[in-house]
């Protein structure tokens, strides 16, 4: 059974940095798409980055453009989200997800595997 967990998460200061990672194992990963999206309680799960299999093409939403980068090593089926600059907005829960289509979605019904979210805290 094809799984992704990630890790990574925890509390920190506005304006510290984290680095999530999110390992894929039963599945095949080097040849498809990943995204992360994010979710706060009671609201819909939000896109925040993608980067193609071969990691020449990344989206990022507006909200986190210039502040966090997506990047991939396929020999270690890891993805991974550098987040520098924190601001408390930015607390959610972030899950990381398999594309399930050839081109990159913003849209969580486009992504066919998920982990199980790790929780990022920013304080003020």
């Known amino acids: 059974q094809g799984q992704l967990v990630e890790s990574g998460g925890g509390l920190v200061q506005t304006g510290d940095s984290l680095t999530l990672s999110c390992v894929a194992s039963?599945?095949?990963?080097?040849?498809?798409?990943m995204g992360w999206f994010r979710q706060g309680p009671g609201q819909e799960r939000q896109f925040v980055a993608s980067?193609?299999?071969?990691?020449?093409?990344?989206h990022y939403a507006e909200s986190v453009k210039g502040r966090f980068t997506i990047s991939r090593d396929n020999a270690k089926n890891t993805v991974y989200l550098q987040m520098n600059s924190l601001k408390p907005d930015d607390t959610d829960v972030y899950y990381c997800?398999?594309?399930?289509?050839?081109?990159?979605?913003?849209?969580?019904?486009?992504?066919?595997?998920w982990g199980q979210g790790t929780q990022v805290t920013v304080s003020s």
């Open positions: 980067i193609s299999w071969s990691g020449t093409t990344t």
């Open positions: 997800a398999r594309s399930g289509r050839v081109a990159l979605g913003t849209e969580f019904y486009e992504y066919d595997y």
């Open positions: 039963g599945l095949t990963f080097s040849t498809y798409g």
